[in-house]
């Protein structure tokens, strides 16, 4: 063991204005075992780029904490987010057919790409600013980033920091009660610069993250207020038992799902509500309801907020393969404004990216909630197009399900949202296109080269140019026709399928072309 810590400072490295619910778990739970330790939450992304290593150079200097805690939430280059126009950008560049479009699209491709590549430099930057400063600090860094990203971040640390991969509770604790070697799965790049690997499941026990006192939380971050007219992240539970080809959620948080306790979620959504005046609450799981016996978790957390009679506006994601119309009910009580869920019409394309659940099944589910009193609740639908196994009768098939929905709920109430597949590393469809030849077995999957970058965005020929274009039909048309832009997309694709040879699973020779884009990276 060394000296026991005194002090921790987190500072989250900047990513655009969304609640920092992992550093607020953190710090809540550091403080209920060791209530002695003095801790401050610095946010970067509140604070102007120009002024950002002026204002980390003032904290780590005034406060000289004993233990300076990094978190990073994005890296990848391909993640667009509500701060910039990425889905456009690719489209316009692979697509458009003016080429002044085009020409303008890879500019600003080129500084979408720069601003990554930037924030990258800094964000390490900032790492080694306070290593300067603090010759003898515990350097640690972690987050979302690092969970992927662990060996290629530890690398480019300051010697002498734990890269802290998934869950941060227990190495925190071990860190703060002294411990050189940190608990937990992490990458150690000790004194020398070599690097050390421990590698170790996702244990901790959720039961002891009670609900946050946000009192507390409000005392040590400054950018606490900041965030409150914003959606507010809670979460129930962590780990994922399934195997969806394209996801790390369960590498992330494990494939063995652990629990909160019911009444601590429920007391801390009423906080929020009732002493912070919080409308939204997005429920941060991998998943809010997907097991039999996560599902029956959720029964217990709603009938919780019934209990206290909470009044907020709530959604996450859901898969309903276990919904019931009582559960439904009790959703639909307690505020659901929006169902959110992985979607295609056709069981072929959810086997082949084994999603792993039935597609009447969740129609089933689908009726349920408008058998329970549906009004206005929007049902977005993430819809990996152009999957592997995605030809144009299962785009057809899923067309026709939308239509079903827009039946069900409301034309307006039904969001198709146009998604792309982002291939991760260590994912099942990253290890099949390599072996099928499509990715070279030793490619970065951080590398700063579009041509690569394309890859990884998946969208192949020959649907990739046909949707590409629709999309960009569906744009134009935004201004004209007052219409959601991913049901104009639907309705595009659908009039060029229908042209298409009849029977054929041959699209019509206009989309013989190649295209490869994406809008976001998997969930």
């Not at 924030?119 to 080694?128: E, G, I, P, T, V």
């Not at 977005?380 to 039946?407: D, Q, V």
Request: with cysteine; glycine share 6%; net charge neutral.
């Amino acid at each position: 063991m060394s000296k026991t810590v005194r002090s921790v400072l987190y500072i989250r490295l900047p990513v655009w204005k969304i609640w920092p619910g992992g550093v607020v778990y953190l710090s809540d739970f550091i403080h209920k075992q060791r209530p002695d330790v003095r801790q401050e939450i610095l946010d970067l992304a509140l604070i102007e780029p120009s002024q950002r290593q002026a204002k980390l150079r003032e904290r780590l200097l005034e406060l000289r904490p004993d233990v300076v805690a990094f978190s990073w939430r994005n890296m990848q280059t391909f993640g667009p987010h509500p701060e910039n126009d990425a889905l456009d950008v690719v489209m316009d560049f692979e697509f458009a057919k003016n080429p002044l479009r085009r020409i303008k699209a890879a500019w600003a491709a080129t500084r979408i790409i720069w601003d990554y590549a930037t924030m990258r430099l800094q964000n390490f930057a900032y790492l080694r600013l306070a290593r300067r400063l603090l010759p003898d600090v515990r350097l640690m860094v972690g987050g979302t980033a690092v969970s992927i990203f662990g060996k290629y971040i530890a690398r480019k640390c300051p010697n002498d920091t734990v890269v802290v991969v998934g869950e941060g509770e227990e190495a925190m604790l071990s860190i703060v009660d002294g411990f050189i070697k940190p608990a937990g799965h992490h990458w150690y790049k000790d004194r020398s610069g070599a690097l050390i690997h421990n590698p170790a499941e996702e244990n901790f026990d959720l039961a002891k993250l009670t609900a946050v006192d946000f009192r507390y939380i409000e005392s040590i971050f400054p950018g606490f207020r900041d965030y409150l007219g914003e959606v507010i992240g809670v979460h129930t539970k962590r780990g994922c038992p399934f195997q969806c080809n394209f996801c790390l959620y369960n590498k992330i948080e494990g494939a063995r799902q652990r629990y909160r306790d019911p009444v601590e979620v429920a007391k801390e959504v009423e906080s929020l509500s009732k002493n912070y005046g919080v409308k939204h609450i997005w429920f941060t799981d991998a998943q809010f309801c997907s097991t039999k016996r996560s599902t029956q978790h959720v029964e217990q957390v709603l009938d919780e907020m019934i209990a206290r009679q909470v009044k907020v506006r709530w959604t996450g994601y859901l898969r309903l393969n276990h919904l019931t119309p009582s559960i439904a009910a009790k959703m639909l009580q307690t505020g659901i404004e929006s169902i959110d869920l992985s979607f295609t019409g056709t069981q072929d394309v959810i086997d082949s990216l084994t999603l792993g659940y039935n597609l009447e099944q969740q129609m089933d589910a689908f009726r349920m909630f408008k058998d329970a009193g549906h009004t206005d609740q929007q049902i977005k639908l993430y819809m990996p197009l152009n999957a592997p196994g995605e030809t144009p009768r299962t785009l057809l098939a899923t067309i026709a399900k939308i239509r079903e929905l827009y039946e069900m709920f409301g034309r307006d109430n039904v969001l198709p949202f146009i998604f792309f597949i982002g291939v991760q590393p260590g994912t099942p469809i990253e290890k099949r296109l390599i072996a099928e030849g499509y990715l070279s077995a030793n490619y970065d999957p951080l590398t700063l080269n579009p041509f690569t970058i394309k890859k990884l965005l998946y969208n192949p020929p020959p649907l990739g140019r046909m949707i590409g274009r629709a999309y960009l039909e569906a744009l134009e048309m935004r201004g004209v026709a007052d219409d959601y832009i991913g049901r104009a997309t639907m309705e595009i694709i659908e009039r060029k399928l229908s042209n298409s040879t009849p029977g054929s699973d041959t699209p019509a020779p206009v989309i013989a072309r190649t295209g490869a884009f994406m809008e976001a990276e998997g969930s």
